[in-house]
């Protein structure tokens, strides 16, 4: 994806940020492998978190890894180059709790 504002500062350069995507890329990959039938829920609650999960819908990632069959449930709290939400995972948590 490209970045709507490239003259803001991210605060690190923008080559960071896929590599942290890579590196969760391989720690999920790494425990999908090890135990097929984990289930994950994650959640990313952080400014650019869209972004870092954006190999799930790669189509790179798709053909080769099968990234859209993987048992993920991802919840992102900013898309690629939004800042985050910073309550979200309070307010989802306080309504799960409610709900069950």
Do not use: N
């Amino acid at each position: 994806e490209v970045d709507p504002h490239p003259d803001w500062d991210w605060g690190a350069p923008k080559h960071r940020w896929r590599l942290y995507s890579q590196m969760l890329f391989q720690a999920y990959h790494s425990m999908l492998e090890q135990s097929p039938h984990r289930r994950l829920v994650i959640f990313h609650q952080f400014c650019l978190s869209g972004g870092v999960v954006e190999f799930m819908r790669r189509p790179s990632y798709r053909t080769y890894f099968g990234t859209q069959s993987w048992p993920v449930f991802a919840v992102t709290t900013a898309g690629s180059f939004e800042p985050a939400l910073g309550t979200f995972i309070g307010l989802w948590s306080d309504e799960l709790r409610k709900a069950l």
